[in-house]
C-alpha cells in the first residue's frame, strides 16, 4: 500500500510563506486525486486545496489567490506552496489522495504542523 509522508512545515511569521512537500511510496499515478487537508485546534478538517491526475486544481475559498497545489508525476510529490500566511491558516496540514477507484480520500499522511504567529 501506498504511503504519504509530509514535510516542510513550521513556525512561520504573518505573511511569510512555506512550501509543503507530499512524498509517495509509490506511483501517485495511480491516484485519481489529492489534496491538501487542513484542521485547526477546535475545528472541522477542511479541503484547503485539491488537484487531479490532470492538473485541474480546486481551492477553498479561505486559501485562494495565496496557496498553489502542484504535483510533480516523475517524482511522486505533491506541492502547497502557501504565501502571504495568515494566522488563521495555522493548522496541521495534511495530504490525502483518492486511490483504487475510490470516491473518497482513502490514502492520508500522518501530518503536519503550520503555524503562523509573531
Known amino acids: 500500500q501506498v504511503q504519504l509522508v509530509e514535510s516542510g512545515g513550521g513556525l512561520v511569521q504573518p505573511g511569510g510563506s512555506l512550501r509543503l512537500s507530499c512524498a509517495a511510496s509509490?506511483?501517485?499515478?495511480?491516484?485519481?486525486?489529492m489534496g491538501w487537508h487542513r484542521q485547526a485546534p477546535g475545528k472541522q478538517r477542511e479541503l484547503a486545496a485539491s488537484?487531479?491526475?490532470?492538473?485541474?486544481?480546486k481551492y477553498a475559498d479561505s486559501v485562494k489567490g495565496r496557496f498553489t497545489i502542484s504535483r510533480d508525476n516523475a517524482k511522486n510529490t505533491m506541492y502547497l506552496q502557501m504565501n502571504s500566511l495568515k494566522p488563521e491558516d495555522t493548522a496541521v496540514y495534511y495530504c490525502?489522495?483518492?486511490?483504487?477507484?475510490?470516491?473518497?480520500?482513502?490514502?492520508w499522511g500522518q501530518g503536519t504542523q503550520v503555524t503562523v504567529s509573531s
Open positions: 490525502a489522495a483518492k486511490g483504487g477507484g475510490s470516491w473518497f480520500y482513502n490514502y
Open positions: 488537484i487531479t491526475r490532470g492538473g485541474s486544481t
Open positions: 509509490g506511483s501517485i499515478l495511480s491516484f485519481n486525486d
